[in-house]
């Protein structure tokens, strides 16, 4: 298929990163190599960054004395976080195979594979770590979507990308990293009218009052800004961006943080997650949203 053209002179705007903070992201993740990450993706190929979603499969699991037990939790726990990444695809609406389709914040690209495979179509991503854009790369040349799938290090804030080209675009898990209404205005700016907007991602409960303690080790473990589910709807309204489906997984996603936190992958980091979603500090939501 020929490849759509998407960059501009635009292009030459990538940079280093912006601010002393994205240069600390960077080295954030250009140093990350959890083994929750590597051992899940290792199962099938998709190497993902993000968590997962569903009921477990205990048929699947067997007794967790029988020989490759361990084994088959990690192939369990990947099953889920790809669950999640399917989720969020339902949601971009009827992608053509002519289209662009942005990922903002792409990590090891196992989204973009999976996009790609769903639609045929052309998929870009974004991340400030240049280890994340060649694993992603590689990954690509591998599996002979060289010219289909491409991850770049660049800044989300200001993607190399031409107006309206886009005609969807998503952030997983990563809209915790920027400023939402500078975000929020860039997917605008991508975005053709009516293109959809898609975020997985997790936010502190304003009913709650304020950011809890576990919200704040979440933070500190993944040096990040956690934002409240009203910035984010505010934000979106600010920037021409409707949404027509808010949906609420945190119910959907306490059976990963449970399984995981009975396996070799633990980080440190399963406990915070576990108490705030079961206190209501902490929701895990998709939003999605089309640009007007």
Partial sequence: MTTPELTTPRESLVSAPATPYQGDIARYWNHEARP?????????????????????DRTALGDPGAPGYEQRLIDELHRLESAQAEVLLDHLGPVQQDDIVVDAGCGRGGSMVMAHRRFGCQVEGVTLSAKQADFANGRARELDYEGSVRARVCNMLDMPFETGRAAASWNNESSMYVDLHDLFAEHARILAPGGRYVTITGC???????????????????ECNIHSRREYLRAMADNRLVPQAVVDLTEATLPYWELRATS???????????NSYRDGSFQYLLIAADRV
């Fill in 36 to 56: 929750v990450n590597l051992r899940l993706g290792d199962v099938d190929g998709l190497y993902h960054h993000h968590y997962g979603i569903g009921d477990v």
């Fill in 204 to 222: 502190w409960n304003p009913v709650y009052g304020q950011p809890s303690k576990w919200v704040s080790q979440i933070n500190a473990h993944f």
């Fill in 264 to 274: 070799s992958l633990v980080t440190g980091i399963e406990e915070a997650f576990i």
